[in-house]
């Protein structure tokens, strides 16, 4: 589906991260965790042209589409023409798809995420408690920084539900096979989600499969153009 998303708002969540709100007439339902492909038509792009792809990092319950994403110190001309978008600029959308979505909730479920790639486990945690599911869920997140993306709502879902837990990591702190053992005593349970730039998943996957997990339990989400 086509859609034109006009910008109502737009919130700086940490130092160079800033989420985008959109509203999307006709777009009322998504499976939290899918993503949005949008196109931002603007003068002189670069070589990675005008269009890109961002998980939905809000609910459908929120009533607002929300992606969120970082500013580098020397972007593309398509986040630049993004951060500088005026409030109540109309783009172009296509979407939502994916299939990066938890599928029954009553299952154990180990997240990993790097930096940016916290979007898609707002959205699906979030979507969870709101129809009164268990967050049967580990949260692994690692950053550059201390500025965890989320973390106040992260915070406030581990207060409210004891079966969730979160677990942070700074760099140069990284996550550890142990960390994972210690989540996961029994590595063929588990559903696992991976969701970041490309190289820490992959890096990632790869750590999975050697320690035993079985294929078919890990579920990836690449964030590409990260490095
Ligand atoms: C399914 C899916 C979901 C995604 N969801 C998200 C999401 O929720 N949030 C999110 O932030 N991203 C998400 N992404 C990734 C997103 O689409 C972009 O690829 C990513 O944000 C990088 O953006 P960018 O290419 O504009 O580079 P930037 O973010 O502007 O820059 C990233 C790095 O690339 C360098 N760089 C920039 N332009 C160039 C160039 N022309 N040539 C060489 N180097 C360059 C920069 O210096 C910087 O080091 C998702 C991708 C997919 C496929």
Redesign the pocket.
Known sequence: MKFNPTLTRKFEEAPNTFSFFFEIEGLTSWQPGQ?LRYTLPHDNP???RTY????I?SVPHEGVVR????L?????T??QALFDLPIGSVIEAEGPK?DFTVDNPVENHIFIAGG?GI?PYRAILLDLEHRGEPLNITLLYMNGDQDFVFKPELDRLAKSHPEFKVKYFISPEQIEEEDIRQSAPDLQKPIFYLSGPEPMVEVYEKTLLDMGVPNEHIKL???????
């Open positions: 993503f670069d070589d990675r890109r792809w961002f998980t990092s992606l969120t994403t970082r580098a110190p020397e972007s593309s398509f986040k994916g940016v979007t989400d690449y964030f590409p153009g990260y490095e």
